[in-house]
Each structure stands twice: as C-alpha cells, then as structure tokens.
C-alpha cells in the first residue's frame, strides 16, 4: 500500500500569514492514465473532511484562491497564501492512484497562534 | 443541494453486528462509486471500502474483509454497510462518501456528518 507522510504534524500560523503542509508519498502517484490522483482535503473539528484540491492543484468550486496546490511524482505541497481563522482544522493528503486501498496522510493540524 | 445521511450507529459488544445507512439525495446517485471512510477517536481518516456504481464491485480495507459487506440499493438512493464480527478496534465515526463517478474523476468530493460506532463490553 502507498504510504503518505506529512510534515508537519502541527503548525500554528499567525492570521494573515501564509502555511504550508508537505506531503510525501512511499512511491509515484503517476497513475498509467498520466493523471495524478492526489488530492487535499480539510476537516473542522467536530464537521466531516471537504475535499479542497485534487489532481494536485484543482480547486473544487467554491474553494478560496488562497489554497494552492503543487508538486510531482512523490513530492506534493498544500499552500495557503494568506490564513483566515476559518481554516483552521486538520489537513489530509490523500492518494487514489492505486486502488484499492485509497490511503491517507496522518493529518497535519493548522492552528492559529 | 448533494445531501449523504448516516444513520445505523450505536453501542454493541465485541463479536456483535451492526448495519450502516447512508441516505443520498441531490445527485444522481447511480452515476457515483459509494465509499465509508472511517475516523477513530482523536485519529485520522482510514477508508474501508468502496462499491461500483451497479454494485458488481466491491472493495475493502484488509482489515474488514471478510467481516464488513458494502451494498447498495439504486431504487432507494441508498448505501450500506453490514459490520459483523466487530472488533474494539473498529469504534469510529463511520462517513458515506461520493467516490468517483468516472475512472479519471477524484473521489470524496462529497461526505455525510458521519455516525458513531462504539465496540466495547
């Protein structure tokens, strides 16, 4: 099974500055269809995870331009540029290139400071 | 509005059953693959299993196979999930999710609030 590692586990942010979350996967996410099937989802405490970004940097409607997604291969970057306080929350990576199982970064908690 | 509904969940001993519900409304609901993903206390998200869109495939997580089934009902826009042989180790809240409607599409798009599953004596 494909491994996702984030780092960091836990990053509190100053309102207005920017973050960023790092996700690294045990092999290529390069599906044979040439798409790469990661994407990011974000979960408030007590709510169900929302899908933010997939295919590494597609926003889903409705997601603000402030979250950005980039990378390669195994290497992927959740970025957001400026941080409002109802980001807050848990960030998961998550790989559906192979399947089954779809498999899922430990999480990395946003905090404001 | 994409609506997923879970209901089914509750307190049962270790060995015991239990059956998911995951009632969808707002899309076309035999157009999408079905998931349950589910969340242990305080940890992260771990996807148990996955049905096609006319039910003719099923997919699980290792550690369900064999003791969960995942079915549906088209008619009823309506997911399932039969827990049997419930283990500690599988309380959580249980979400439905949208899985893909194509083979290129992203799954998850889509998650209901989720319903507790508690196993213990």
């Known amino acids: 099974d494909i491994v996702l590692t984030q780092t960091p586990l836990s990053s509190p942010v100053t309102l207005g500055q920017p973050a960023s979350i790092s996700c690294r996967s045990s092999q290529s996410l390069v599906h044979s269809d040439g798409n790469t099937y990661l994407s990011w989802l974000h979960q408030r405490p007590g709510q169900p995870p929302r899908l933010l970004i997939y295919k590494i940097s597609n926003r889903l409607y409705g997601v603000p331009d402030r979250f950005s997604g980039s990378g390669s291969g195994t290497d992927f970057t959740l970025k957001i540029s400026g941080v409002e306080a109802e980001d807050v929350g848990v960030y998961y990576c998550?790989?559906?290139?192979?399947?089954?199982?779809?498999?899922f970064g430990q999480g990395t908690k946003l905090e404001i400071k | 509005d994409v609506q997923l509904v879970e209901s089914g969940g509750g307190l049962v001993q270790p060995g015991g059953s239990l059956r998911l519900s995951c009632a969808a409304s707002?899309?076309?609901?035999?157009?999408?693959?079905m998931g349950w993903v589910r969340q242990a206390p305080g940890e992260g998200l771990e996807w148990v299993a996955s049905i096609k869109q006319d039910g003719s495939e099923k997919y699980y997580v290792d550690s369900v196979r064999g003791r969960f089934t995942i079915s549906r009902d088209n008619a009823k826009n309506s997911l399932y999930l039969q827990m049997n042989t419930l283990k500690n180790e599988d309380t959580a809240v249980y979400h439905c999710a949208r899985d893909r409607e194509y083979s290129d599409s992203s799954p998850f798009d889509c998650w209901g609030q989720g319903t507790l599953v508690r196993v213990s004596s």
């Open positions: 998550m790989q559906a290139t192979q399947f089954p199982p779809y498999t």
């Open positions: 707002g899309f076309s609901f035999s157009r999408y693959r």
